[in-house]
């Protein structure tokens, strides 16, 4: 997506002097965050060690974080330059994801075409409660949100306040039916109703971007995503009482639970720092470089893992080094020649979407 023009004020303080501008910034998060999916899936795959697991365990939250930063970048973008909107959209995010989705038929085969095409046109989690490829389940949510963009822009502060904390409402009502009902979990609902659950991450990202006074719409997204943490461990504490496994509650879940609030508060922090407007103004090449990569990253690593240990490859370090191999491999021959044709391949940051 094309990169918002910096407002960055030229005031660098003693911290902010070692730290890079804000598209840079946000590129290296989605790579961390991508990299956090990754390795809960690779468990799947090879043995891994508990210290993988441990990163692993914040999957959700780094789902959450990528949410959090597309909203972000995508109200940046609009509102610095709303012409070209959907164009930009459709050439950011169809050719890593064609090139996955291609993956994934090489990895489980054709699945008909009524499921490839409701899966090319992002309609699965309306017309399907599963995914065809995997991870997609969140990006058909993005889709949607992206959809909605200019409605979002022409609307009050107020009214986009009352979607999220709506968004907020239906997500702490459902998240503990989860537990005690055994409901699916958010990746496997239908009907668009993850898209109700939860849009308001995204949202709140996007209120940072478009609102006055974003340090403190971070302080009270902060506030929600603490008592969205504390709801869970209280589910999971009263599920450990009523099992008598107490013990592993605070030797096992509060430890999760903590590097679970790291995750959200480290995109959280970020934001603010951006929201502060005193970063400098010089870009990195690599960070640029790994936000780039994270997003075929996230699309790619299960039809990789898939295909890779069918084939005998059993590592974890292995398999690990050749989902990144493959995810520059689409960056390069999906990606990059989208960007040459229309002039925009150059070192920066992508502020787009996982």
């Known amino acids: 997506m094309d990169e918002p023009g910096s407002t960055e004020a030229a005031t660098i303080g003693p911290m902010t002097g070692r730290l890079y501008e804000r598209w840079s910034l946000l590129a290296g998060a989605r790579f961390l965050l991508a990299s956090i999916v990754l390795l809960t899936h690779l468990k799947l795959f090879a043995a891994t060690s508990g210290v993988v697991e441990f990163i692993g365990g914040a999957a959700f939250q780094a789902i959450a974080g990528f949410l959090l930063i597309s909203g972000y ?13 959907y164009i930009r959209r459709v050439e950011r995010i169809y050719p890593a994801y064609i090139g996955a989705i291609g993956l994934a038929v090489a990895a489980y085969g054709w699945p008909g075409a009524s499921v490839f095409a409701i899966n090319l046109l992002f309609m699965n989690q309306l017309l399907t409660s599963q995914s065809f490829l995997g991870p997609a389940w969140s990006l058909s949510l993005e889709v949607w949100l992206y959809a909605l963009t200019p409605l979002l822009a022409l609307a009050n502060g107020r009214l986009i306040w009352a979607l999220a904390l709506a968004s907020f409402g239906a997500y702490i009502v459902y998240l503990p039916l989860i537990t005690l009902m055994h409901l699916p979990s958010f990746s496997g609902l239908g009907y668009g109703l993850n ?12 209120i940072v971007a478009t609102q006055p006074k974003p340090r403190r719409s971070c302080a009270i997204i902060a506030g929600l995503l603490v008592a969205g943490i504390g709801l869970a461990c209280a589910i999971q504490f009263g599920s450990r ?14 430890p999760s639970f ?93 502020a787009g979407a996982q």
């Not at 970048?73 to 909107?85: C, D």
């Not at 994270?294 to 295909?307: D, E, G, T």
């Not at 021959?333 to 150059?346: D, F, S, T």
């Open 241 to 254: 009482f009523k099992n008598d496994r107490l013990s592993d509650f605070f030797l096992i879940d509060t």
């Open 195 to 206: 898209l109700i659950m939860l849009s308001h991450f995204w949202l709140l990202g996007f």
């Open 73 to 85: 970048s995508i109200g940046s973008s609009y509102k610095s330059r709303r012409a070209g909107f």
């Open 258 to 350: 903590v590097w679970q609030a790291c995750v959200l508060a480290f995109v959280v922090a970020l934001l603010w720092l951006i929201a502060a407007d005193k970063l400098p103004a010089r870009k990195s090449s690599l960070l640029a470089w790994m936000g780039d990569i994270s997003y075929p990253l996230y699309l790619v690593h299960v039809p990789v893992f898939v295909i890779f240990s069918g084939a005998g490859l059993a590592s974890a370090m292995a398999l690990t080094v050749a989902t990144y191999a493959v995810a520059a491999g689409v960056m390069f021959v999906m990606e990059y020649p989208i960007r040459q044709m229309r002039g925009a391949l150059r070192p920066r940051a992508i």
